[in-house]
């Protein structure tokens, strides 16, 4: 399974960004699909996912309310949608996948990953 992101940039701090992720070799719709990130000096930490029907989604508490995960099985791509960008969302964010699901999702350490996308809001 590989997985490959795009869509990260430079933005302004109340900016957006949509992160895209497609996934290859694998049965996409058997994934429970999600996003973490990793800001320099800090560990990888869950930021969301969605289940592989996209009828559960979860998300961090620093997500909630910003960010929206979506998947399209039709064309094998997950999305991170990210609004209201603060600085401190700066980070490499990587796309992961797993036929399983963790309690509390925060504590998901999933199977495969990919290379990741850098994001950076500036202030």
């Known amino acids: 399974v590989q997985l490959a992101e795009s869509g990260g940039g430079l933005v302004q701090a109340g900016d957006s960004l949509r992160l895209s992720c497609a996934i290859s070799g694998g049965t996409f719709s058997a994934y429970v699909m999600g996003w973490f990130r990793q800001a320099p000096g800090e560990e990888r930490e869950f930021v969301a996912a969605?289940?592989?029907?996209?009828?559960?989604?979860y998300y961090a508490d620093s997500a909630k309310g910003r960010f929206t995960i979506s998947r399209d099985n039709a064309k094998t791509k997950v999305y991170l949608q990210m609004n209201s960008l603060k600085p401190e969302d700066t980070a490499v964010y990587f796309c992961t996948a797993d036929v399983g699901t963790a309690q509390p999702m925060t504590s998901w350490r999933p199977r495969y990953w990919g290379q990741g996308t850098q994001v950076t809001v500036s202030s």
């Open positions: 969605i289940s592989w029907s996209g009828s559960a989604t």
